[in-house]
């Protein structure tokens, strides 16, 4: 290991976590074998792939799509399943209105067609399991929160663990009926009765941040750039610190 | 070829600006930094270049806004596939602030860093020639925070992970040193011609 220059400046990255890097370089065949749908606009894509290298909850992969021109669509996902042996990951894609690629798997893909991907990708927006993790996600922004969430109780971890996830309303909700107690959800269009419609605000975020675990959190936030952007003031303002802020936008 | 059953993709022109593997995002402008976007002020803003260089020095904002300005009209590309085109930068010529400083003879690497600790390796070759810029203005106006405003590099022949932005500084150096995403299994390099994305490509 090569000991890498390190910037005097105010503000700071948080670090990478270690991970290998060898599998990224090699495009696998994956082939689909369950399609479940997770809200109206949300499906949940099982993926065998017999020869995966395994991952850290929170890392994403790049997957192709080939036309028989050879014209080729690429774009990254998350990935939504905790790190197990099974040869198969999940993802979870939205449906974005004319998207190529998202386009695809919800009109067209059935089990037993095959994609490509190559991954895992990124030790930045990992979380090893180690450390207490407040996770903030909106949207599909949550995926890759799930599979910290999901590795938590697949390992029966004791460090603490808290979701605050955001969507439109109880039915945009991906992965409803998966939380438990360490999960708040905030619904901004339409809400179950008791529970307030509204952005996610400092009130949701000052409450987490009361309660500190011995160390601190590290804090995950995911979703478009204009959520993570609105999320990450949110805790910088309760006195989060930023260089324990990591933060995935989907663009 | 691995063709994918049903799958046409949009109907497109060939394109023979847009490089392999990558898409045109038309009015889109995608934001992927990693950190938390920073509230720094021009006034807080600075840029130094030290390490293998005959002169260190600092420009303050003013400083740096007296030299010759240069302007990059044309093409970005984002690792994560995204292009845009006819993009217009205005700041200063990197080669303006290197030709104060002077790079020893033996300085063949640079590493960018960023006002966030970000960080981005590139060779000294990369940076030089009209290649490279400082860049405060898109489009004619002040470059958003959340693209690097202040200030940011901008290197648009490669790939714009490596166009450090809200930049504090080069360190120039007699070798290769990888930095945030380059640790992270990005390519040292990150040209997208050759589609240089993750490291082994
Ligand atoms: C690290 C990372 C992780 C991600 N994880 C996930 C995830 O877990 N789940 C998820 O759902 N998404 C995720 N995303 C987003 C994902 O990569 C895609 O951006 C998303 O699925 C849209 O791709 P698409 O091909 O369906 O849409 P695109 O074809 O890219 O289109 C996106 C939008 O732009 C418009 N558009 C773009 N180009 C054109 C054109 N030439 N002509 C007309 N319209 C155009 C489309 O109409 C559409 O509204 C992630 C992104 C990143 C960077």
């Excluded at chain 1, 197990?84 to 893909?109: K, N, P, Q, R, Y």
């Excluded at chain 1, 303002?237 to 933060?247: D, E, K, L, M, T």
């Amino acid at each position: 290991m090569t000991e890498t220059f390190t910037p005097p400046t105010r503000f700071a990255v948080p670090g990478r976590i270690d991970v290998s890097n060898r599998a990224a370089a090699v495009w696998q065949t994956a082939t689909i074998t369950e399609i479940r749908r997770e809200s109206p606009h949300a499906a949940t894509f099982r993926l065998a792939v017999p020869a995966w290298a395994g991952h850290l909850p929170g890392q994403h992969l790049m997957l192709r799509l080939t036309a028989e021109d050879g014209y080729v669509a690429q774009r990254h996902y998350s990935i939504a399943s905790a790190p197990d042996d099974a040869g198969h990951i999940e993802l979870t894609l939205d449906h974005v209105e004319g998207g190529e690629v998202s386009g695809w798997f919800h009109t067209v893909a059935e089990p037993g067609d095959t994609v490509e991907v190559r991954g895992p990708l990124s030790g930045f927006f990992a979380w090893p399991g180690d450390r207490p993790a407040l996770l903030i996600g909106a949207g599909s922004g949550v995926v890759p929160l799930m599979s910290m969430l999901r590795h938590h109780r697949a390992r029966g971890l004791d460090v603490p663990l808290r979701l605050l996830v955001s969507a439109r309303s109880p039915e945009e909700l991906i992965y409803a009926r998966e939380y438990g107690a360490e999960t708040t959800p905030v619904f901004t269009r339409s809400a179950p009765e008791d529970v307030p419609v509204g952005r996610m605000a400092a009130a949701h975020v000052a409450p987490l941040l009361a309660e500190q675990p011995p160390g601190g959190w590290e804090a995950y936030v995911c979703g478009s750039n204009g959520f993570a952007e609105h999320a990450s003031r949110l805790l910088v303002a309760a006195g989060q610190p930023v260089h324990r802020i990591r933060i995935e936008r989907f663009g | 070829m691995n063709v994918t059953r049903g799958f046409a993709g949009r109907p497109r022109v060939p394109n023979a600006a847009l490089p392999p593997g990558q898409y045109d995002a038309g009015d889109d402008w995608p934001v992927l930094s990693a950190e938390v976007t920073p509230e720094l002020t021009p006034a807080e803003w600075s840029f130094r270049i030290d390490g293998l260089v005959e002169e260190p020095r600092s420009w303050s904002w003013e400083q740096a806004h007296e030299l010759p300005a240069s302007a990059y009209e044309g093409d970005i590309h984002c690792v994560t596939s995204w292009s845009k085109f006819g993009v217009r930068f205005g700041g200063v010529s990197l080669d303006t602030f290197l030709d104060v400083v002077r790079p020893h003879v033996s300085a063949t690497h640079a590493v960018a860093y960023s006002h966030t600790g970000y960080t981005a390796n590139l060779p000294l070759a990369d940076l030089t020639g009209g290649r490279a810029w400082i860049a405060w203005e898109f489009d004619g106006e002040p470059l958003a925070p959340e693209h690097g405003g202040p200030a940011r590099l901008l290197v648009p022949h490669l790939y714009f992970w490596k166009s450090a932005k809200w930049i504090a500084g080069l360190r120039i150096l007699d070798h290769d040193e990888p930095g945030f995403w380059e640790q992270n299994g990005y390519h040292a390099r990150g040209n997208p011609w050759e589609e240089q994305r993750y490291s082994g490509d």
